[in-house]
């Protein structure tokens, strides 16, 4: 499992590096309504795909590898694992001048956008920390069938910001 403390000590570790992270998924939903509501298996992290080679060697140095086999693969995202069996899930971001972005999905030119407003701040842990807004977090929980774990973000997200989700 991924705990608060592990999230806050690489969040801190890439920003000291200089990497800019954004933080989503679960861990993202968990910061935006600022309390840890569920256990996490790993850590998506959004990064600027000019700083890619940057991120990858300090994580590295930390203890990270890269895991092969992972689908998706890249260009759309990759995943690093340490020893304890952390998993980064990193999602490589190319930022347009107006502060929004696109993330590469394929290699046809599909796209996921990003507009600028989506990238905001939550709390984990009495941290705040760069993560991904709640509109964005409903957009990409659509067009697969929930899992439980889905049920319970979305729910938390309509609870504290009193959204419209599409279950």
Do not use: K, N
Not at 80 to 107: E, K, N, W
């Amino acid at each position: 499992m991924f705990e608060a403390g592990e999230v806050l000590r690489v969040s801190a570790l890439l920003r000291d590096a200089g990497c800019e992270v954004w933080i989503g998924g679960g861990w993202g939903i968990d910061a935006l309504v600022g309390r840890i509501t569920r256990e996490h298996r790993d850590l998506d992290l959004l990064h600027r795909v000019e700083q890619e080679p940057l991120l990858i060697g300090t994580l590295e140095a930390a203890g990270f590898v890269e895991r092969p086999g992972v689908s998706p693969g890249r260009p759309a995202r990759f995943v690093m694992t340490d020893r304890d069996g952390h998993d980064l899930d990193l999602h490589p971001l190319l930022f347009a001048p107006d502060g929004s972005a696109v993330q590469r999905i394929d290699t046809d030119g599909g796209t996921l956008s990003y507009p600028a407003d989506c990238f905001v701040t939550g709390v984990i842990d009495g941290v705040r920390v760069p993560c991904l807004s709640a509109g964005r977090q409903v957009h990409f929980h659509q067009g697969y069938e929930p899992g439980d774990q889905d049920r319970h973000d979305m729910a938390l997200l309509r609870d504290a910001f009193g959204i419209t989700t599409h279950f």
